[in-house]
């Protein structure tokens, strides 16, 4: 069977983020300052979509003829396969119509988040929509296949370690790059674990699942191994939602991408709880260069209200400051744009994302995914139901306080009081251009004592599975 697995880059989209729903790019703006920001952004090519990648090892292995079309007219084939983003649903649809026009017997299939959350945007003659996790084709695609015109339900994947690895080969990996994760390319993604424990209203990555499972740390680092052998990759970003779940399963990961036949980088995303200063330090060594947090908002009650546990100011700072001196990037998210904020509310954001100086700040805008539970909160008050609008960067509901051009300004704003800063520079330069630590600048002093001479627990190791059979725990925020 011929299948083309069909993407668009349109709209600057990158379809791993957002659990799955997609992200825009920061947005035009703000004069200079805000061209500058954007600019930044825009050197980079983020890999594609993880699934896509898993999916063309899944059909290869099956005997299928795989193909890969971004952003043109697709050709002749038995099956097409989507992925669509919220920001391109619209831009899909229409791609998705064009080759049912051109080809009439055609058979479509949508997969990703957004097929499971808005099957009913899908409703045409030759689709198929896939909710759940489309992995589970490996096993199920016949089946799939025999029930035309329906939506059917998957569910999620009970062992990650079944799946064979991403394949990038259709992808042209030798582009991939995320900048301000890394200077060294090119880059893939990859995960150790999926899902998430934590139950916060307004997160997407809660939808298909509110638990986390975990691969075995030896077959991520064969992974790894393989994909720098294999095209060249030299960084990886790890789309695990909370990065370091499984404490004793991450020491163990540390301990093979430390055995590694070259030096990698590899950066992840986790709570701050979760990574403490002798973890942080053993992943620095074999190559942590960024971590990316949420810290949403400095206020405790409104993080409360959407069931997000706080973390202590000061556990905040001296994270960031240890990251700081250890040569690691902090890329902090920040939320703006709740219904009963003002315009006071948002600058103090931007007042407590400065002070606790992480290497990037992301402000994002208040967004409503579907299948959340924010979205189910605030059905009343969302005003645009544009998908093409939910880049992280747009007003979408009706404020108490504030209009959404207001929140416009302010988003731009809090981007340019950030970063065009003196001491932003001072802080970050050797970050941004890590050649400088070479000469001392912003280097962690050598670290003393046992954490320096045994960076792993020296017993007992073993694939993270056999660990837990020996009644080995894992470690969970509280």
């Known amino acids: 069977m011929h299948i083309i697995l069909c993407d668009t880059r349109k709209l600057d989209v990158s379809k791993d983020f957002a659990g799955g729903m997609g992200v825009g790019l920061f947005p035009a703006g703000g004069g200079l300052r805000g061209w500058i920001i954007r600019h930044g952004y825009r050197r980079d090519r ?5 699934l896509f990648a ?17 952003d043109r007219p697709a050709g002749r084939a038995d099956l097409y396969v989507f992925c669509p983003a919220l ?6 649809r229409q791609a998705m119509t064009q080759i049912l026009e051109d080809h009439p017997h055609a058979r479509i299939l949508v997969v990703g988040t957004v097929a499971s959350v808005l099957p009913e945007a899908f409703s045409a003659p030759g689709v198929t929509v896939v909710k759940g996790e489309a992995e589970q084709l490996l096993w199920k695609l016949d089946e799939v296949l025999q029930r035309p015109d329906a939506t059917v339900q998957l569910g999620t994947l009970d062992d990650l370690d079944r799946l064979p690895w991403a394949d990038w080969s259709l992808f042209g990996p030798h582009r991939f790059r995320i900048g301000y994760d890394f200077w060294r390319f090119p880059t893939a993604f990859v995960e150790a674990s999926r899902g998430c424990t934590h139950k916060c209203s307004y997160c997407p990555d809660i939808v298909l699942e509110n638990t986390a499972r975990f691969r075995d740390p030896d077959a991520v680092a064969a992974e790894i191994r393989s994909g720098i052998e294999r095209w060249g990759f030299r960084s990886f970003k790890f789309r695990d939602p909370l990065f370091g779940l499984d404490r004793l399963a991450t ?26 200063p002798e973890l942080l330090r053993v992943l620095r060594r074999v190559g942590l260069t960024s971590v990316t947090v949420g810290i949403e908002t400095p206020d405790a009650e409104t993080l409360r209200q959407h069931r997000r546990i706080p973390v202590d100011d000061d556990r905040q700072r001296d994270f960031i400051a240890l990251c700081r001196g250890m040569g690691i990037r902090t890329v902090a998210s920040f ?12 600058k103090s954001v931007c007042a407590y994302a400065i002070a606790l100086g992480p290497t990037f700040a992301n402000f994002n805008i208040v967004t409503p995914y579907p299948g959340t539970e924010l979205f189910r909160q605030l059905q009343g008050r969302i005003a645009d139901f ?20 207001k929140l416009r300004s302010l988003h731009q704003w809090c981007a340019r009081r950030f970063y065009f800063r003196w001491d932003y520079l001072g802080d970050n330069l050797h970050l941004l251009w890590p050649s400088l630590q070479k000469i001392g600048l912003g280097r962690e002093k050598p670290v003393s004592g046992g954490d320096a001479a045994h960076p792993f627990p020296p017993k007992p190791l073993g694939t993270a599975n056999s660990l837990r059979k020996k009644g080995f725990r894992q470690d969970r925020p509280h």
């Open 54 to 70: 898993h999916l063309a090892a899944i059909f290869r292995q099956q005997g299928h003829q795989v193909e890969y079309c971004e």
């Open 251 to 276: 020491y163990r990961l540390a301990e093979l991408l430390g055995k590694l036949p070259v030096p990698i980088q590899f950066s992840v995303e986790t709570r701050i709880d979760l990574l403490r």
């Open 87 to 92: 920001v391109t649903l619209h831009v899909e």
């Open 46 to 50: 983020r890999p594609v979509a993880l």
């Open 386 to 405: 544009d998908f093409s609008h939910y880049s992280a960067y747009t007003p979408l509901l009706q404020y108490d306080h504030l209009t959404p051009e």
């Open 335 to 346: 939320m703006i744009g709740f219904p009963g904020d003002t315009v006071e509310a948002v």
